[in-house]
């Protein structure tokens, strides 16, 4: 396609900043089966994982992709990212092992057979990358971040000039009316790295926030993956471990599709219903660390400052048939 015609001011770009992790590549699988966005770049995060094992977890996954899709999925470069949070704090992995695997991907790698070759990697940081398709893809840009928003958060202090005209930034975080799953107080991925979030959710810039309030809804049975060819068998796998840890901790049969709600929203916004109010973050090291203070009182007056789109409601049955759509692309779903 070539720039600057007429077309290609119509192509919708998405970058995705990842730690994967299970639900990540579930995502991710999503989102490139679906032609509403054009993926130019992949960023990862410590989170589920290390920085190290989410880079190499989202090369080895984006490879995979390609070799099972039909049309023809650009060779998406994934960029390294943030070893730790912006105060220098790490996560503990010990509960993280539990629900994604040792290694982040459940047990698909076990085959070795999946391991036909690495996506494109760089040495390029993510959050330079960050920067870079925010100044040249602009208004036509979704930012979608599935994993802590270290990358986005050391983006925006390089050049918080260069967000301005970016379209959307989607966070799969936090929690507005709910318990968090890392503390009573505080979601993964804002408990990660608190100031970030804070950053990012007091930039004024185009935010929604996707949190436990409606992903927790997100619920697919596992039946969904039996049988099939060899990309759902490798799904199966993938998704071992963390359907075992719903098993165990919920006595339930179904996984949460914490990000690829997020990726959903992005792709199809009417999927949720937002309030707008404004959105702190805790970032103290008490017992609230990582806790999203979400505004949702009646009288916060017409003009709040900052204010993020925060889902309150999803059509679940709507996103579920979204997101199995996708997957049935795929050669060796069926
Ligand atoms: O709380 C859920 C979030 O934390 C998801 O992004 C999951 O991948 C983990 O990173
Ligand atoms: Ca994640």
Known sequence: MVAGTKCESLVRYALVDCDPGVDDALALTMGFASPIFRYDAVTSVHGNVSARLAYRNARRFVSFLRDHLESSVPDVPVYPGATLALDGSRMSR???????????MGAMFDDKRRLRRLGRGSSK???????????????????????????????????????????????????????????????????????????????????????????????????????????RAALRDLIKVYAR??????????????????LAVAMKPDLVKTVSCRVDVDTSKGIARGMTLVDLRENRGSRVKNPVDVALDLDVKRFLTFFISHLRKYRGWE
């Open 125 to 231: 940081p993510a959050w330079e990358v960050i920067v870079e398709q925010a100044a040249s893809r602009g208004s036509a840009l979704t930012i979608i971040t599935l994993g802590p928003l270290t990358n986005l958060a050391l983006a925006l202090r390089r050049a918080p000039g260069v967000f301005s005209r970016v379209k959307r930034i989607v966070v799969m975080g936090g929690a507005a009316r709910m318990p968090g799953n890392v503390t009573p107080a505080a979601e993964f991925n804002i408990y990660c790295d608190p100031l970030a979030a804070k950053e990012v959710f007091s930039s004024g810039l185009p935010v929604t926030m996707v949190g436990l309030d409606v992903t927790r809804r997100a619920l697919l049975h596992v039946d969904e993956f039996e049988g099939g060819g060899s990309f």
């Open 245 to 262: 840890f719903s098993r165990k901790r919920r006595d339930a049969g179904d996984i949460t599709l914490h990000d690829p709600l997020a």
């Open 94 to 104: 010990s509960e993280s092992r539990l629900i994604h695997g040792p290694e982040g």
